[in-house]
């Protein structure tokens, strides 16, 4: 009989390691698929935020071009009216030259100032509308992009 109950004891601590060494083959197991589904949830965040960084960089490409352009339409403005506002001043200079009384000098004085003046008034409107409509164009794509930056960033991480 000793050797009987030896013999079960045997097999009774047999049978505890094997189910201890397949729990823990489990465990080790479970705790490897988590580690990979977590690994591959950290690339995807990864990606993602990589591919958002990159449309925030285009959109700030985009806006800074249509800057450019509209400082490059600006400047041709400014050129056009101060080639304009010269080429006036020469006629002005040359009609000055057939004023013959004090009368005539005044009035043309006005009519030119009065002149000039509207002028410039125009061409500050024009400027300021061009202004306007390039900074609108320009705020655009950043305004969609934070708008979609925040709908990314407000989303509840899937699990």
């Known amino acids: ?15 505890a390691v094997a189910q201890a060494k397949q729990n823990l083959e489990g465990l080790v197991k479970a705790q490897q698929e988590q580690l990979e589904k977590a690994q591959a949830q950290l690339l995807k965040s990864y990606d993602d935020l990589a591919a958002l960084s990159k449309l925030n960089v285009d959109a700030v490409v985009q806006s800074g071009t249509i800057v450019a352009k509209g400082a490059e339409e600006a ?3 400014v050129a056009a009216f101060t080639q304009a506002s010269l080429e006036k001043n020469v006629a002005a200079g040359k009609a000055l030259m057939g004023i013959k009384s004090v009368r005539e000098l005044i009035d043309f004085q006005n009519a030119f100032v009065k002149q000039s003046f509207d002028a410039l008034v125009a061409e500050t409107t024009k400027l300021q509308e061009l202004s306007v409509k390039v900074t609108s164009d320009a705020i655009a794509p950043l305004s969609a992009r934070v708008n979609a930056t925040v709908n990314t960033f407000a989303k509840p991480i899937a699990a």
């Open 1 to 15: 009989m000793p050797i009987t109950k030896i013999t079960a004891a045997t097999k009774t601590i047999e049978d």
């Open 75 to 77: 400047g041709k403005q």
